[in-house]
């Protein structure tokens, strides 16, 4: 099991948590997503280390920007 920690910017409510985890959810190997507007934080929990790009691709196809953290 691999945890990655990205900072989200732009997100302000659970509508916003929600788009955000929608994509990184359907990144393959992702087994679970923990988001918080309130800190930026994001969180992957995967199977196999996820490529951090597919992750930061999934973030701004929901209409955000991330670094990992």
Known sequence: MTTTTFQV?????????????????????????????ATGVLTVESASPVD????????EEAGYSAVRA
């Not at 916003?16 to 359907?26: G, I, L, Q, R, Y």
């Not at 951090?52 to 973030?59: F, G, I, P, R």
């Open 9 to 37: 910017t732009g997100m302000t409510c659970e509508h916003c948590e929600s788009a955000v985890t929608e994509e990184v959810t359907a990144i393959a190997a992702v087994t679970g997503v923990g988001v918080s507007a």
């Open 52 to 59: 951090d790009a597919a992750v930061l691709a999934a973030v």
